[in-house]
Structures are given as C-alpha cells and as structure tokens.
C-alpha cells in the first residue's frame, strides 16, 4: 500500500474520489470512521493508503477542517460566490441577503455575482451591495463579460456557488472551466423557475489553482442557531451603528432612537437590505417560539 495526501472532490453511494498531485484516486472509507460516526465530506483533506495493482483503498486519516457545512455537506470551504440573475429569473433580493446572512454565519467571505447583465446590466443593484460593502461582480455567462475578474477572484481559493435556480451557477461554472463541467437547465419563459439540475456535491479543480463546487440547492438561515439579538450582526453594514441605539435590547426594527433606522432614514443604510433584516428577524422570532411550544 503507498500512502497520499489529497483532497476529496467527490463522493458517491460510499466511494470517495481523492485529488492528490499523483492523480485521482477512488477509495472507501475506512471501518473506524463508522464506529465514530464520523463521514468524510467533500473538501476535506484527507490520508489515503493505495493498492499499488488495483489503483484504489481506503479514507485512512481526515485531517483537521477549517468548518464544515451542512447543505451542501463540503468541508474548508473559503467563500461562498452569491449568483442572483439580472433578470429572467427576476431578481429576489431577499433570498439574495438570506444566502448572504448564511455565509456571514459560516464565517464565509461572500462574492456577490450578478450574472445575465446581457439582458439587463444591473449597475443599481450592484452598487446597494458595493455600498454595503461587498464585493461584487457584473458578469454574463452568455457573452463572457467580465470572467476573468471572476476567475482572479476564485484563484487558490474554495468557493461553494449557492443562488435559485435558473440564475446561471452551472453556467458561470462551466464558462470558467471551459466545458461542461456540470449540467445545466433551462428557465421556464412561463414561471420563470428552472429545474434543479445538480445532483451531487463536487469540487471542480481550476486550472490556476482552487476549487469550485456548484451546489444541489444550497439551504439558507440555520434559524436554531440564531438568537434575535444575533440578526444585526449577519449585515454587516449595520456594525458601525449597533451601539447608537437610545435602547441596549433594540431591536433595530421600529423602535424610537434606533441607530440602524437613522441610517437608513440617512440612506447610509439601503432600505431593501433593512427589510430583508427585518423579515429575518422575525422568522427567527417565530422559529423561536416554535421551539418553546
């Protein structure tokens, strides 16, 4: 057996397809992980022992991860590229700050991916998220427009795609990649909804170095994990302003002498991100009497 270090691209019914600088290999993973009911993910970095005849073995090791998500179940990844669409599907700007929220509670740095500005350039949304202070991108799958930014911006790192269907993930992908490296989906001219179209996590290797996965639909708000009083730090645009308010249990909603509304009263604040804060909070409102009933 001849060992290696490599990263786990993909894994299906059991078997683990490791990157290692000697090539791909496919392995199970060893019996111990069971008995600690401990499963590889995607992303990790992990040991393998290799049968030098056969070209496969076994998951010996997995090294210590940086975070670990949920949905999708992928290990060290670094940033999180939002897609939202310019158009067709028609822009949700609160799913867009949901995705957003969620990767600021992975600890994920967000890269923010307007995509389909062949059909409409989307400079006004663009700047409320530049303004908010994110980074963020105007890009066309279609025409190219502006992939090499992108694609300077996934080097040497591991970027999970999340966004609703039909606003281009698997096509920004493949473009960057250059071939169809994951299935795409046509969008629906009646509902304007494309059909999920990506069945299994899996790390795509950059030429220049990095990884990119395409998610099978990417969960957001872990509602369990967030307390009221946690919401306002998921927008981060909100930071400088937190301390101004007249009431130390503010709920930066409604209430008189609320620092976060002065902002957006100001316009230092976009007053769609404020009311996706606001609809945030109160499904971790409810979600925290459901808990207590």
Request: glycine fraction near 10%; proline fraction near 4%.
């Amino acid at each position: 057996m001849t060992e290696y270090q490599g990263r786990i691209i993909k894994g299906i019914g059991g078997f683990y397809y490791v990157d290692t600088v000697d090539g791909l290999f496919e392995c199970r993973a060893r019996g111990v992980f069971r008995k600690e009911k401990i499963t590889p993910l995607v992303g990790d970095t992990v040991r393998i022992e290799i049968d030098s005849v056969s070209g496969t073995g076994f998951v010996s090791e997995i090294l210590p991860r940086k975070n670990a998500l949920l949905r999708p179940p992928v290990a060290n990844v670094t940033q999180m590229a939002v897609v939202m669409a310019t158009a067709n599907p028609k822009p949700n700007l609160y799913l867009l700050d949901k995705l957003i929220a969620a990767a600021e509670q992975a600890e994920l740095e967000p890269l923010i991916c307007w995509n389909k500005t062949d059909l409409d350039d989307g400079e006004e949304l663009a700047v409320i998220y530049q303004r908010a202070g994110f980074t963020t991108l105007q890009l066309s799958a279609e025409t190219g427009w502006n992939l090499e930014l992108l694609r300077e911006k996934l080097r040497n790192q591991i970027t999970v795609f999340a966004g609703n269907t039909g606003v281009g993930k698997s096509s920004l992908i493949n473009r960057i990649l250059g071939k169809e490296a994951f299935q795409t989906g046509a969008v629906s001219d009646r509902v304007e909804r494309g059909k999920h179209t990506t069945r299994h996590s899996e790390l795509a290797p950059l030429p220049d170095g990095g990884y990119i996965i395409d998610t099978p639909g990417f969960g957001s708000l872990d509602m369990s994990q967030l307390a009221p009083d946690n919401c306002g730090l998921l927008f981060r645009e909100f930071m400088p302003y937190l301390d101004d308010c007249t009431f130390r249990d503010c709920s930066h909603t409604v209430e008189k002498g609320c620092g976060v509304l002065g902002a957006v009263k100001n316009g230092e604040i976009h007053p769609s991100r404020h009311e996706s804060y606001c609809r945030i909070y109160q499904e971790v409102m409810n979600a925290q009497k459901r808990r207590r009933n």
